[in-house]
């Protein structure tokens, strides 16, 4: 299980070159029971407090599309590559390095299988235990 990043005092950088070992990746595919997915994200619990805070690291290669509700509001910072997000009504968006994505509470999104990036996201809730190591 991932320590919660605040209980060390001061100034923590994690350098690029070492993010996929010091927070190793999820299979989101496993995770959802979606074998075809080939995505993979962790949850990063940044303090535990009343009103949590977690980072997280996620990736998407091309495979299979999936759905998610977000149940709070969630940002992404596409930091590689491109996603492409489909909405409820079938509105395509379409996000690259350097875009930041906004998702709001309880609206379901699709995440296109030919997506093919890197993001990194923040919310004001507790790390999901699916999505930790």
Same mark, same amino acid.
């Given at each position: 299980?991932?320590?919660?990043?605040?209980?060390?005092?001061?100034?923590?950088?994690?350098?690029?070159?070492?993010?996929?070992?010091?927070?190793?990746?999820?299979?989101?595919?496993?995770? +959802?029971?979606?074998?075809?997915?080939?995505?993979?994200?962790?949850?990063?619990?940044?303090?535990?407090?009343?009103?949590?805070?977690? +980072?997280?690291?996620?990736?998407?290669?091309?495979?299979?599309?999936?759905?998610?509700?977000?149940?709070?509001?969630?940002?992404?910072?596409?930091?590689?590559?491109?996603?492409? +997000?489909?909405?409820?009504?079938?509105?395509?968006?379409?996000?690259?390095?350097?875009?930041?994505?906004?998702?709001?509470?309880?609206?379901?999104?699709?995440?296109?299988?030919?997506?093919?990036?890197?993001? +990194?996201?923040?919310?004001?809730?507790?790390?999901?235990?699916?999505?930790?190591?």
């Amino acid at each position: 299980m991932t320590k919660v990043l605040s209980q060390t005092p001061g100034i923590q950088i994690f350098k690029a070159a070492d993010l996929d070992k010091t927070f190793p990746k999820l299979d989101v595919g496993t995770i +959802i029971g979606q074998p075809g997915v080939n995505s993979k994200i962790v949850d990063v619990p940044v303090t535990e407090t009343s009103n949590p805070l977690t +980072i997280g690291f996620f990736s998407m290669s091309p495979g299979e599309s999936f759905d998610f509700l977000y149940d709070v509001v969630e940002y992404k910072v596409v930091t590689k590559g491109k996603f492409v +997000i489909l909405d409820k009504e079938g509105n395509r968006y379409e996000a690259e390095a350097g875009d930041v994505i906004l998702f709001s509470p309880d609206f379901p999104v699709v995440f296109d299988g030919e997506s093919d990036g890197e993001a +990194i996201y923040s919310k004001h809730a507790a790390a999901l235990p699916a999505f930790m190591k």
